[in-house]
């Protein structure tokens, strides 16, 4: 009977091995080099390839990965929408400890789910540099139709990190390189010009639906595809996923609709649309029917419209999907003027909008007739405050989430529910992304009990769409379809939208939830959900430490510097900064004793959501020669001596920006003589031509010019009240 028994027993788990696979894969990240735009440029791939390569698996598979970190620095993966244990979920410091340099790293968990998902790196901002793939789950004994998986992703030839530290120092490069630049000139010759100045007049900074130019747009790694084997009345499952680090895409075809079969890997009622938008993070499941024996164009072009990626589907003459054409940015300015208060926040003018249904955006679409909006699936919204023309409005179906609907019911277990509200704050002046005005290393965890449902009411009150994803859950989207709404795991949130989410508290540990626009989540836009009573992360001992090292992400610092080297000299700043504080130094230096120089160090903090308010303490040091403009040092406007020729003097003051970006500086140093300074930098005049100005009661003034040629360099010209004119260029970091 023994025998008999370890028989059963033997064979038992030879047919549970052989009903439930174990698939296995060996992913190596290594440093390798890229080819988009004629210049081989550094990037971060897994087995040699961007994107990395697509992971198959059937529903009920155990998923065997081995992780080799070839680098010389740390890396991670993430699952991004797997259901799977806390530790296995590869966000480094928080669930998962990170792989370490020259190590390999196993993720082993059950497959739990179908659908179409993919991967990335959670560490620093590696997925910038190449590191994603597709993660594509089938489902068990369900006849397959074609498919394709199409991963798209956007491209920068700089290094990412110099990419963010550039958008903390409010560098508009990329606006040039995109044309989405406001100039006075612009507005002017375009009939905006009022509209201009009133924007400068609540502070806010020129309307762009992007922050980053991008060198490439890619579909699986290449600016184009080609599927030629296709021929008319076939049929194609696109698996299609977002995996950029911060660019929208809207999708069009050239064969006709698009069907949409599945959101974020869970199926939805099928629907048709002419076009749709897919947010970074998300995936969607289409079909798409060939028409005739030709090739037909489905189309990726990016929010911003700067560029577009191709997959072509058949093979013969060439259909090309619609071009959508540049966006019509003074009108999205007009449209922010109407709704912006002079404190810097917004005001939605009772409008409850929701659920993509209304894209305020839309008042820059031209192919809108009249800049209307897309009044289809209006969904019984309040419309108070905003006249629409039907007539302006194109009759064509755009998708939006109010028109995903579940197959099966989705309601939430009879549970105790937690309410939570979040506001979607930023501040773009210094490029800081918040809920409720705080970064994630500035919140306390989100406690939340197992066997509970939580309820989040999302606003974004701020002028970005931010898709926000929440890990190891999916949650349930409350779009009007009752017990049939949509699960998703990322909510694509419009600019002065409301939307309500909830999901079932069933899992144990922390889970992330943020933006998934790279740039965003590293700034701070996002919190943790901790499960009360979890047990102990075996991966992460010392809790403590762990998580100081996922705060430093938004405690980071950043520099910045302009350098001006002209003929009478040199001027310039040099500053670092985070979130709340910055140091900074100020010089202007003579070619001679007798033009002097001249050094102003500070320390400080901003104060207040927009930051118009810092404090500093600092150091001034000055000398000059015999006075060389002015051998008697002259009085200032209070009728006190100047020390323009000698001074060496502590001082606290603040400044504070006034509408129209005037800076205010209040200055009091330790001999009690006070300052008070006024002035403006960057004046957009042109596209490229800027312009700042300076005076105070010390009698010193500044002009100042410079022509911007690329992102680091400008020819410019000053006149100095102490220095008088030079000429040069300045360098820009």
């Given at each position: ?348 003018m009772g409008m409850q909008m929701g659920n993509q249904v209304m894209d305020m955006n839309s008042v820059m679409y031209p192919e809108v007739k009249g800049g209307g909006m897309n009044m289809d699936n209006m969904g019984g919204m ?352």
């Amino acid at each position: 009977m023994k025998e008999i028994s370890i028989i059963a027993i033997i064979f038992f788990f030879a047919i549970k091995s052989f009903a439930q696979k174990t698939v296995r894969y060996d992913l190596f990240v290594a440093d390798t080099s890229v080819n988009y735009t004629g210049k081989a440029k550094h990037a971060i791939a897994i087995n040699g390839s961007i994107p990395a390569p697509t992971l198959y698996f059937t529903e009920g598979d155990t998923a065997l990965i081995y992780v080799h970190n070839t680098l010389n620095t740390e890396t991670s993966i993430h699952w991004h929408g797997l259901i799977l244990p806390n530790e296995q979920d590869g966000v480094p410091y928080l669930t998962t400890a990170p792989i370490k340099p020259k190590t390999t790293h196993l993720y082993k968990f059950k497959i739990k789910q179908n659908g179409t998902y993919w991967y990335h790196s959670h560490t620093k901002l590696q997925e910038q540099s190449g590191m994603y793939g597709a993660f594509i789950i089938h489902k068990k004994d369900v006849e397959k139709m074609p498919e394709y998986t199409m991963v798209l992703s956007d491209w920068t030839n700089q290094k990412p990190y110099e990419v963010h530290r550039s958008l903390h120092n409010a560098n508009d490069w990329y606006a040039i390189k995109k044309g989405s630049t406001q100039s006075y000139a612009e507005a002017i010759k375009q009939g905006y010009f009022g509209q201009r100045l009133k924007s400068d007049w609540l502070r806010m900074n020129p309307m762009d639906v992007s922050d980053v130019y991008y060198n490439a747009l890619l579909t699986n790694g290449q600016t184009e595809q080609n599927l030629p084997q296709l021929k008319a009345g076939d049929k194609i499952r696109l698996r299609i996923i977002n995996g950029s680090s911060s660019t929208y895409f809207w999708l069009g075809y050239a064969g006709g609709k698009i069907t949409v079969i599945a959101n974020d890997g869970k199926d939805v009622v099928p629907v048709e649309a002419d076009r749709m938008i897919i947010a970074v993070a998300e995936t969607y499941d289409i079909i798409l029917t060939i028409p005739e024996n030709m090739s037909y164009e489905f189309k990726a072009t990016a929010e911003d419209r700067t560029k577009s990626t191709s997959f072509w589907l058949g093979d013969g003459m060439k259909m090309i999907a619609p071009t959508l054409p540049k966006l019509k940015y003074f009108e999205g300015l007009k449209m922010m003027n109407g709704m912006m208060k002079m404190n810097g926040t917004m005001d939605n003018m009772g409008m409850q909008m929701g659920n993509q249904v209304m894209d305020m955006n839309s008042v820059m679409y031209p192919e809108v007739k009249g800049g209307g909006m897309n009044m289809d699936n209006m969904g019984g919204m309040d419309m108070s405050g905003m006249k629409m023309d039907k007539d302006t409005v194109k009759d064509i179906v755009t998708l939006n989430y109010s028109m995903l609907r579940s197959p099966i019911k989705t309601t939430l277990p009879d549970a105790p529910t937690k309410i939570l509200y979040f506001k979607l704050t930023g501040n773009m002046l210094r490029y800081l992304w918040t809920i409720d005005n705080k970064t994630v290393s500035e919140s306390d965890k989100i406690m939340i009990k197992k066997g509970e449902n939580v309820k989040i009411i999302l606003e974004n009150g701020s002028m970005m769409r931010h898709p926000m994803h929440l890990h190891g859950h999916f949650f349930r989207v409350l779009n009007g379809q009752g017990e049939y709404a949509p699960f998703k795991n990322v909510l694509d949130i419009l600019p002065m939208e409301t939307d309500t989410i909830e999901f079932a508290a069933t899992e144990s540990g922390d889970w992330f939830f943020h933006c998934h626009i790279l740039y965003h989540m590293m700034s701070g836009m996002g919190k943790i959900f901790s499960y009360e009573n979890s047990p102990p992360n075996k991966e992460l001992p010392n809790q403590k430490k762990s998580i100081k090292k996922l705060y430093a992400d938004d405690r980071s610092w950043h520099p910045m510097a302009h350098i001006g080297l002209e003929s009478n000299g040199s001027d310039g700043e040099f500053m670092v900064s985070n979130k709340r504080y910055f140091a900074t130094t100020e010089w202007r230096l003579g070619i001679d004793n007798r033009m002097g120089y001249e050094s102003e160090s500070h320390i400080g903090r901003y104060i207040g959501r927009n930051q118009f308010l810092k404090a500093y303490v600092g150091w001034d040091l000055r000398y000059r020669k015999n006075g060389y403009y002015n051998p008697n040092g002259g009085d200032n406007i209070f009728g006190i001596k100047n020390t323009k020729n000698n001074r060496q003097v502590a001082c606290i003051g603040f400044q504070y920006t006034l509408p129209f970006f005037i800076v205010t500086d209040f200055r009091l140093d330790n001999t009690g003589r006070f300052r008070f300074q006024i002035g403006r930098e960057d004046i957009p005049i042109t596209r490229r031509l800027r312009i700042s100005a300076l005076v105070n009661t010390d009698l010193e003034y500044v002009i100042s010019a410079r022509y911007i040629l690329t992102k680091y360099f400008s020819v410019s010209t000053h006149y100095d009240s102490d220095m008088q004119f030079g000429a040069g260029m300045t360098i820009v970091y």
